[in-house]
């Protein structure tokens, strides 16, 4: 029972870092921001450009 629970705390360890790798490299909603928060985003479209 016991390596039945450690190998599920394993699994669900080793998805959180995959799942915190895949955010890094991912690009598409980064928006050039640093904190990949979208911020940056929603600057670029708010200029007017005349």
């Given at each position: ?29 980064s928006g050039g ?18």
């Amino acid at each position: 029972m016991q390596q039945i629970i450690i190998f599920i705390l394993f699994l669900a360890a080793a998805g959180y870092m995959g799942w915190r790798i895949w955010k890094a490299f991912d690009r598409r909603n980064s928006g050039g921001c640093a904190k990949g928060c979208g911020c940056a985003d929603d600057k670029l479209t708010s200029v007017k450009i005349k």
